[in-house]
């Protein structure tokens, strides 16, 4: 029996769940906006058996870059104290799945996965709404160009609402990875390694690169 656990903390949730094979045995999910660093730690610890499995599944982002860094680094020494793989996953596509058990039948109408970014940007990818294979490439893209490109009715997402109100037009539906979904989530969307995508620049710029001659 293979004992998994899912962390993420990509976007404004907090998600865990601990699973024996594909069996949830103990979740914790919360919108916690801040404080991801304060309290993984003490989450995971609270789980049955101190969280302790023999494979972590992390979110890879897009999302915060805080937030990737402290789901990221948590995984990684979790994953070498016990001796176990650590594989990722994106935050879009777990937006996707959710938006998929949610509204499972909602005709040819792509999903659409938005989430918050910085700096007036947004997150976002299409998916097929019954496949979930992705139809665009995750992007950060300013919500007034993005207002542009996105023309489906119903979007997703933490940064769905941010993005119907500047269109003028549509549903949004506002929702956060879940760690509990796991096991639905499409192979094809399970990374073998945890390597971060950010999804745009870093925030911080070097000195060397801003200076000028």
């Known amino acids: 029996m293979l004992r998994q656990l899912v962390i993420e903390t990509a976007t404004e949730a907090l998600s865990l769940a601990l699973f024996d094979d594909e069996v949830c045995v103990?979740?914790?999910?919360d919108v916690i906006g801040r404080g991801h660093a304060e309290q993984l730690m003490p989450?995971?610890?609270?789980?049955?058996?101190g969280g302790r499995a023999g494979g972590i599944a992390v979110d890879t982002g897009p999302g915060s870059?805080?937030?990737l860094r402290v789901g990221l680094?948590?995984?990684?020494?979790l994953g070498?104290?016990?001796e176990a793989p650590v594989c990722g996953f994106s935050a879009l596509a777990m937006v996707a799945l959710a938006a998929q058990r949610i509204?499972?039948?909602e005709g040819a109408e792509a999903i659409v996965a938005v989430i918050t970014g910085g700096h007036g940007e947004l997150f976002w990818q299409k998916f097929d709404r019954h496949s979930l294979a992705p139809l665009t490439s995750p992007a950060s893209t300013p919500i007034n160009s993005l207002s542009a490109l996105v023309t489906e009715?119903?979007?997703?997402g933490s940064g769905a609402e941010v993005l119907v109100t500047a269109r003028s037009f549509g549903d949004a539906v506002t929702l956060h990875p879940d760690a509990a979904d796991f096991p639905m989530l499409p192979a094809a969307h399970?990374?073998?390694t945890a390597a971060p995508l950010y999804g745009r620049n870093a925030d911080a710029v070097p000195s060397a690169a801003r200076m000028t001659f």
């Open 43 to 49: 989450r995971i610890a609270a789980l049955p058996g």
């Open 153 to 156: 009715h119903r979007l997703y």
């Open 103 to 105: 509204h499972p039948a």
């Open 190 to 192: 399970v990374r073998a």
């Open 73 to 77: 680094a948590a995984a990684r020494a």
């Open 65 to 67: 870059f805080t937030g």
């Open 26 to 29: 103990a979740r914790y999910h």
């Open 80 to 82: 070498y104290a016990w």
